[in-house]
């Protein structure tokens, strides 16, 4: 807190995402958590990770739900030959693989970027590599084959540098 009782630029941002996670504004709690990642200032305390890690897991685990829900949906029309609804039920399931690439990137761009640096600390790394193993296996999970083998090879190697740490 500044010596005016104002709350710093970090601290606001910190109040914003607890406020957002307890509305269950997940977008926005992760909104708040981006924000503070990009100031660059200091490493992140162990309940900002936290804060950022949840965000991320709630924004990502509604859409792969969603995800799941559509593709059981589209095999089970498409096994009753019903074309149109499966067509349809396909251009939306592409609007939430879409939702989920974009979200995985930004985490994965975040976490290159502005968390797995030289001077952030082990324990640190380690959780930043185990959440980019994560979001790497969630595109996985949607991708079609060339695409499913690259990312699942570069879950695999952000597991591996987790462990050498």
């Known amino acids: 807190m500044a010596n005016d009782g104002t709350l710093t630029e970090r601290e606001r941002l910190v109040y914003s995402a607890k406020l957002a996670e307890q509305a269950e504004r ?3 709690m992760v909104d708040a958590m981006k924000t503070l990642c990009k100031l660059d200032a200091v ?3 162990i309940e900002e990770r936290n804060l950022l890690s949840v965000g991320y897991k709630n924004v ?3 859409r792969r739900a969603s995800w799941r829900i559509l593709s059981s949906i589209e095999d089970k029309e498409r096994m009753k030959s019903n074309e149109a609804n499966s067509g349809q039920i396909k251009v939306y399931r592409a609007k939430v693989e879409k939702e989920l690439n974009d979200i995985c990137e930004e985490i994965l761009m975040i976490l290159d970027n502005h ?3 030289n001077q952030a600390s082990d324990e640190s790394k380690v959780f930043y590599y ?3 193993g994560d979001y790497y296996r969630y595109l996985a999970e949607f991708l079609q084959q060339d695409n ?3 990312v699942a090879g570069q879950g695999n190697e952000g597991g ?3 462990n050498k740490i």
């Open 26 to 28: 997940y977008d926005e």
């Open 130 to 132: 185990k959440m980019k």
């Open 160 to 162: 591996e540098e987790g």
């Open 60 to 62: 990502i685990g509604a």
């Open 115 to 117: 968390l797995i640096v």
């Open 43 to 45: 490493e992140l305390s």
């Open 148 to 150: 499913r083998s690259k």
